[in-house]
């Protein structure tokens, strides 16, 4: 979808979206791989926000 994923310092990770100017910040879940609900539809809502 365009976005560039940006490496922050300890568990904090971006993606920007140059073209839609669109920035999304997350965490990496710890300490399991697994995304909590909450999170899912806050991206997906963001995501949409930016169609």
């Known amino acids: 979808m365009g976005y560039e994923k940006i490496e922050g310092s300890g ?10 100017d669109n920035l999304i910040n997350l965490h990496k879940p710890l300490p399991s ?6 999170l899912i539809k806050q991206i997906q809502l963001n995501l949409m926000e930016t169609l």
Do not use: H
């Open 11 to 20: 568990s904090a990770v971006k993606f920007y979206n140059k073209e839609k």
């Open 33 to 38: 791989n697994v995304l909590k609900i909450y």
